[in-house]
């Protein structure tokens, strides 16, 4: 019964990019999606901005921090608006536990990393990323209250079990997810405060421990 009732709340990103067809078996896509398990929470929040990649490959995931003014709420509206800066993402992390959103299906492109300003030395990198926002209040706001920029635990926890998702069904090397401030460095440095050991050793843990329980097809690509 538990596993039928995991298969029944797979998300629907998982479903369509064939987390079920691929493993097959209930018993299977349970024990995936109980190692994976912040992903249940996942709902959807359709995004205004979805455009062909052109037959481009997918290679990179692009980390980023919303920087934002406002509330989640107001965050999670704007990158699924129609908005007139043509700013959206693929998944929207909120810093308050069970905020899991995807907002524009992977298969598209959509507006998160691109070169708007026209730099010479950046390049557009839209087409083969998908983007995931974690949201997070204006760095300079935080430093003026006398804090600092940060992540919640949640997270954390939520962006290593998202990365870990796409990767293993899209076969992207952890060494192509990448920071948002690294592909443009002129316009963006975020996600400002992000601690990248503290990823980078999670991806690691949980990647071993996914191909130690399933099999090698689950280590992921270096």
């Avoid at 479903?15 to 349970?30: D, F, H, K, T, Y």
């Avoid at 899209?170 to 060494?175: A, L, P, T, V």
């Avoid at 071993?208 to 690509?221: H, S």
Wanted: include cysteine.
């Amino acid at each position: 019964m538990l596993d039928c009732q995991l298969q029944s709340c797979l998300p629907d990103h998982s479903r369509e990019n064939g987390i079920a067809s691929r493993l097959g078996r209930v018993p299977l896509v349970a024990k995936y999606e109980m190692a994976l398990p912040n992903l249940l929470f996942m709902k959807q929040k359709a995004g205004a901005f979805g455009l062909s990649r052109g037959g481009t490959i997918v290679d990179e995931i692009v980390l980023h921090g919303t920087e934002s003014l406002g509330t989640e709420t107001q965050s999670l509206d704007y990158l699924s608006s129609a908005n007139k800066d043509n700013h959206s993402t693929h998944y929207w992390i909120g810093r308050t536990q069970g905020l899991l959103y995807s907002i524009t299906p992977e298969e598209k492109l959509t507006y998160h990393a691109g070169n708007p300003k026209k730099h010479p030395t950046v390049k557009d990198h839209n087409p083969r990323s998908i983007g995931i926002e974690m949201y997070q209040i204006d760095p300079a706001k935080a430093r003026k209250a006398g804090g600092k920029p940060d992540f919640s635990d949640w997270q954390y926890d939520t962006v290593v079990q998202l990365v870990y998702d796409i990767c293993d069904r899209r076969k992207i090397k952890r060494s192509m997810v990448v920071a948002h401030g690294a592909i443009n460095p002129i316009d963006r440095a975020d996600p400002q405060g992000f601690d990248w050991d503290r990823f980078k050793e999670g991806l690691y843990f949980l990647s071993f421990r996914m191909g130690a329980a399933m099999g090698a097809d689950y280590f992921l690509l270096d």
